[in-house]
């Protein structure tokens, strides 16, 4: 297994970004904590709104809203693991993830690609999966895999299953993958688990990572929350990505975006929690700007280069393990 780097650890002649003062962060952190209990966010499925009634937080079955206690945020934060355990089918290519050190990965999904033959632009497919994981798994700065092109000569809703099959057949290492609803999120861990050896085998050796996305703003549909379910009673670790834009679906200032966010990962980290109590989860971040002149999410952007950097303290914050974008 490796563990890497620390980031922002405090020598001569380092180098950091600190975005935010600890006073700052507190004062992020409270409003967050308003935002849940006095606004709420909008959760669809019926089971989740369950999980959450059981523990105490008031949801309204006619708007769906659910509004969230502040101790139940922060005893779902405390109870969230700090370390987490990303395994390879190559025991060697384990990856500790936990706060302070550095990991890199590749980025997906691109549903286009340049032909490495013909050079021509064109609709990806499972081969392409296939040799994304291949160069991923060779990479050795590339710490884990994430499903980078998608299977797209396949309908959309088994993809999922034809990207796992691709990327399990080409890299030894731990990757990320969409499971796009609970039903593909339950045959995905029947998968893993039949290459770990077993169901608690691949509990006690999770495989493969589950990306969700909240949908901004503050709203938790059921391919998000089904899927933070079915992973948090298998064991299995969810990087809980929020995509919000600031000036679109979130505020336009650094701190009102960070808190719109910062409320999405956190109302499911509670749910993950709420399910099973010691569940993995990352605090994930994929949120920029929107580009007012064409409306676009420019990725390349400084704005998301602070927003990335500004969800990493904020992870540190709680003590969890982070993914967020890079410029």
């Known amino acids: 297994?490796?563990?890497?780097?620390?980031?922002?650890?405090?020598?001569?002649?380092?180098?950091?970004?600190?975005?935010?003062?600890?006073?700052?962060?507190?004062?992020?952190?409270?409003?967050?904590?308003?935002?849940?209990?006095?606004?709420?966010?909008?959760?669809?499925?019926?089971?989740?709104?369950?999980?959450?009634?059981?523990?105490?937080?008031?949801?309204?079955?006619?708007?769906?809203?659910?509004?969230?206690?502040?101790h139940i945020v922060e005893e779902a934060v405390r109870s969230a693991p700090s370390t987490i355990l990303l395994a390879a089918r190559d025991p060697r290519k384990d990856y500790i993830l936990e706060s302070n050190r550095v990991g890199f990965v590749n980025f997906g999904e691109g549903v286009n690609v340049i032909d490495p033959v013909t050079r021509k632009y064109r609709r990806s497919n499972k081969q392409d999966v296939a040799n994304a994981a291949k160069m991923s798994d060779y990479l050795s700065e590339m710490d884990i895999s994430y499903r980078a092109v998608v299977a797209q000569e396949y309908p959309g809703p088994v993809q999922a299953l034809h990207n796992a099959e691709a990327i399990f057949s080409n890299t030894s290492k731990h990757f990320f993958i969409g499971a796009d609803g609970v039903r593909?999120?339950?045959?995905?861990?029947?998968?893993?688990?039949?290459?770990?050896?077993?169901?608690?085998?691949?509990?006690?050796?999770?495989?493969?990572?589950?990306?969700?996305?909240?949908?901004?703003?503050?709203?938790?549909?059921?391919e998000c929350t089904d899927v933070v379910i079915e992973a948090a009673r298998a064991g299995i670790p969810v990087n809980i990505i929020?995509?919000?834009?600031?000036?679109?679906?979130?505020?336009?200032?650094?701190?009102?975006?960070?808190?719109?966010?910062?409320?999405?990962?956190?109302?499911?980290?509670?749910?993950?929690?709420?399910?099973?109590?010691?569940?993995?989860?990352?605090?994930?971040?994929?949120?920029?700007?929107?580009?007012?002149?064409?409306?676009?999410?420019?990725?390349?952007?400084?704005?998301?280069?602070?927003?990335?950097?500004?969800?990493?303290?904020?992870?540190?914050?709680?003590?969890?393990p982070s993914f967020v974008a890079g410029g």
């Open 1 to 70: 297994m490796s563990r890497n780097a620390h980031a922002s650890f405090t020598r001569m002649g380092d180098f950091g970004v600190d975005v935010f003062s600890e006073d700052e962060l507190y004062a992020i952190h409270c409003a967050t904590l308003d935002v849940l209990q006095h606004v709420g966010v909008r959760v669809d499925s019926r089971e989740a709104q369950e999980i959450f009634s059981s523990a105490g937080a008031k949801v309204d079955p006619k708007s769906k809203i659910v509004k969230i206690p502040p």
């Open 184 to 222: 593909n999120a339950r045959k995905l861990i029947e998968m893993a688990a039949a290459v770990a050896g077993g169901r608690e085998q691949l509990k006690e050796r999770p495989l493969i990572s589950f990306n969700v996305c909240p949908t901004s703003l503050l709203k938790l549909i059921p």
């Open 242 to 320: 929020s995509m919000a834009l600031a000036g679109a679906t979130s505020p336009v200032t650094l701190a009102g975006t960070l808190i719109t966010h910062n409320a999405e990962v956190l109302s499911a980290i509670v749910l993950s929690q709420l399910a099973c109590k010691g569940a993995p989860c990352i605090y994930g971040c994929s949120t920029t700007i929107m580009d007012m002149r064409h409306t676009t999410a420019p990725v390349g952007s400084p704005e998301l280069g602070m927003i990335s950097a500004s969800v990493a303290r904020m992870a540190q914050y709680y003590n969890l």
